[in-house]
């Protein structure tokens, strides 16, 4: 119990200091937010408890699917905030990328992976 609050707590840091270091400099916040750095963190996370090599590498394997469908938001989050303001564009972004995570559901189904 005491390494899942660790784990909360390392991983909480990380996201405020984040988010603390765009208020000053959003271009820096950008590419910190953009860098895996969660990945990696989780990675360590599986590793240090023991799970399987083959675990840790499907992990990769589904995260790197997943980033295909949340790439679009990312383009057109900056058109939607614009346009409709911060929570219609959280909303819309959202809608979005669930309809981007059925196609590449659909998709990769024909190359033998299973997101859903």
Do not use: C, Q
């Not at 784990?7 to 860098?35: P, Q, Y």
């Not at 399987?52 to 905030?81: A, C, G, Q, R």
């Amino acid at each position: 119990m005491s390494f899942f609050i660790i784990k909360i707590f390392i991983t909480a840091i990380l996201i405020v200091s984040i988010s603390e270091i765009a208020k000053f400099n959003d271009r820096l916040g950008g590419i910190i937010g953009a860098m895996p750095i969660t990945t990696f963190l989780i990675l360590f996370w599986l590793y240090y408890e023991n799970s399987s090599l083959e675990k840790i590498s499907n992990h990769m394997s589904y995260t790197l699917l997943y980033v295909i469908p949340t790439l679009p938001m990312f383009i057109t989050f900056p058109y939607f905030i614009n346009k409709f303001g911060f929570y219609i564009s959280i909303i819309l972004s959202i809608i979005l990328t669930i309809l981007f995570v059925i196609i590449v559901h659909i998709i990769s189904k024909k190359f033998g992976y299973k997101l859903i």
